[in-house]
């Protein structure tokens, strides 16, 4: 069992929907918690990251941790089709693991 | 303000050749790793250091060797490439056991035949 498990899609949803990603992990000792974007054909880039549950907002993207159920959730609201990209959860004890993505295609 | 420079961009390769794939930063991280990316397998460690003169094993270190001689730098070797290393190759740098998250390069497409 992978400590980060993750839908890999593809999810295609129509511009202005809201999407839900998510990921369930296996590792207890996990405290921090990741989300990166990732265009086609480019480098991962960090979007949000979080620390223990909870949830923490940036413009139309939320990130929300439950830790009592190991799972890791990112919302989109207002998709844009510069949303559609590859989004992969992350997180660490002394390096990073992560899930092996979710594509995402925003449609106009 | 380059960030986590890799190079080349592209290489296709010969079963048998062998290559060498730098990855150069200017942000003064202390950690660095290189992390191959297939489909359906997400991202997976191949190896990292610590800090210059270090290197340390991932989750799949078989066929590739690291050095790192200078902060800046961190190179990743395939001494006797195989179609299995046909994949796509970041590196990444962060600070001490950043909890913040990776700055990644843009990574390295190579397809041995």
């Known amino acids: 069992q992978k400590e980060v498990e993750q839908d890999p899609g593809p999810l295609s949803v129509p511009e202005g929907a809201i999407v839900s990603l998510n990921c369930t992990y296996s590792?207890?000792?996990?405290?921090?918690f990741m989300w990166y974007r990732q265009y086609s054909r480019k480098g991962p880039e960090l979007l949000m990251y979080?620390?223990?549950?909870g949830n923490k907002e940036d413009g139309r993207f939320t990130a929300q941790v439950d830790k009592s159920s190991k799972y890791i959730s990112l919302f989109i609201r207002d998709s844009q089709p510069s949303d559609s990209a590859t989004y992969l959860c992350?997180?660490?004890?002394?390096?990073?693991?992560f899930g092996t993505g979710t594509r995402l295609q925003v449609f106009p | 303000n380059a960030g986590v420079t890799q190079t080349p961009k592209f290489r296709v390769l010969k079963t048998g050749q062998s290559m060498t794939l730098l990855c150069a930063q200017d942000?003064?991280?202390?950690?660095m790793y290189w992390y191959r990316q297939d489909p359906g397998m997400g991202l997976r460690l191949i190896h990292y250091?610590?800090?210059?003169?270090?290197?340390a094993k991932g989750e799949v270190p078989d066929g590739y060797n690291v050095s790192r001689l200078k902060k800046q730098n961190f190179l990743l070797g395939l001494e006797s490439a195989a179609p299995s290393q046909t994949s796509v190759y970041f590196c990444?740098?962060?600070?001490?056991?950043?909890?913040?998250?990776?700055?990644f390069g843009s990574g390295t497409r190579l397809t041995v035949v």
């Open positions: 990444a740098s962060s600070y001490e056991q950043d909890n913040y998250g990776y700055t």
């Open positions: 590792n207890s000792a996990f405290q921090y």
């Open positions: 979080t620390y223990s549950s």
């Open positions: 992350a997180s660490n004890t002394d390096k990073l693991i």
């Open positions: 942000m003064n991280h202390e950690y």
């Open positions: 250091s610590v800090g210059e003169g270090t290197t």
